[in-house]
């Protein structure tokens, strides 16, 4: 469902598997939330789309989920699930 919101221009910032199929470290997208920049996400870059599946989303540090708004000029960044030990 689209934003009742304008698009704004955002940084989407990959971290570990996320960069890896992504290629890419970074890149700007315009999107009014969470969701639309993952639908964008998963449009640009093929082998994306099974890690948007699982990953976490913050917007400027603050976890968020796909329904919320992405304010101009903020930072998206893209955490798949991380393994420990």
Same mark, same amino acid.
């Given at each position: 469902?689209?934003?009742?919101?304008?698009?704004?221009? !955002?940084?989407? *910032?990959?971290? /570990?598997?996320? *960069?890896?199929? /992504? +290629?890419?470290?970074?890149? *700007? !997208?315009? /999107? +009014?939330?969470?969701?639309? !920049?993952?639908?964008?996400?998963?449009?640009?870059?093929?082998?994306? #789309?099974?890690?948007?599946? !699982?990953?976490?989303?913050?917007?400027? #540090?603050?976890?968020?989920? *796909?329904?919320?708004?992405?304010?101009? #000029?903020?930072?998206?960044?893209?955490?798949?699930?991380?393994? #420990? +030990?």
């Amino acid at each position: 469902m689209p934003s009742a919101h304008l698009p704004a221009e !955002v940084t989407v *910032r990959y971290w /570990a598997g996320a *960069r890896a199929a /992504a +290629g890419i470290e970074s890149e *700007r !997208v315009a /999107a +009014g939330t969470v969701g639309e !920049v993952i639908e964008q996400l998963r449009d640009r870059h093929t082998g994306l #789309g099974p890690v948007l599946a !699982v990953a976490s989303f913050l917007v400027d #540090g603050v976890a968020r989920d *796909r329904n919320a708004d992405v304010p101009a #000029g903020s930072t998206l960044e893209v955490l798949p699930p991380f393994a #420990g +030990g």
